[in-house]
């Protein structure tokens, strides 16, 4: 290390980080890992299960619906995700604003996901959003 300390620190390239900060990016994100909670949801059902989860798209949006029969009745819920220019919108089956995710991009360097102004990690979003449609069906 050199003796200002500052001459072989490596330099942080903040304007790719933040141009990786954007809603598209992590809306695909949150899409690609939603398919993998969908995969692994349908993966615990019992076998010949009368129900089974899938993931639409639809343009700026995508939807995770359930589907199926439950006590001789069908069955049909959703949970829809969309890309709004500054936000990600969260949907019920009746189009109602479940809540919205934002991005901040801290002094660390890191993109942050808020719900309602508190940070989450993707995960934390996914459960919020799908528990409901995924465990609680009856």
Do not use: H
């Not at 089974?52 to 949006?61: A, D, I, L, R, Y």
């Not at 359930?66 to 709004?84: I, M, N, Q």
């Not at 500054?86 to 995710?101: H, N, P, S, T, Y």
Request: charged share 35%.
């Amino acid at each position: 290390m050199s003796e200002n300390g500052e001459k072989d620190a490596p330099k942080f390239d903040w304007v790719t980080k933040r141009s990786q900060c954007s809603y598209p990016n992590v809306f695909k994100t949150l899409r690609l890992e939603v398919e993998e909670d969908v995969k692994a949801r349908n993966g615990l059902r019992p076998e010949n299960s009368p129900y089974e989860f899938s993931v639409t798209e639809n343009g700026g949006s995508f939807t995770v619906l359930l589907a199926g029969k439950l006590d001789g009745k069908d069955l049909r819920k959703a949970v829809t995700f969309s890309l709004a220019e500054r936000a990600i919108m969260v949907l019920d089956d009746q189009g109602k604003q479940m809540f919205e995710i934002t991005l901040a991009f801290n002094d660390q360097g890191e993109c942050k996901v808020r719900v309602n102004e508190d940070e989450r990690e993707l995960w934390q979003v996914r459960r919020m959003a799908l528990e409901e449609l995924m465990f609680r069906t009856n």
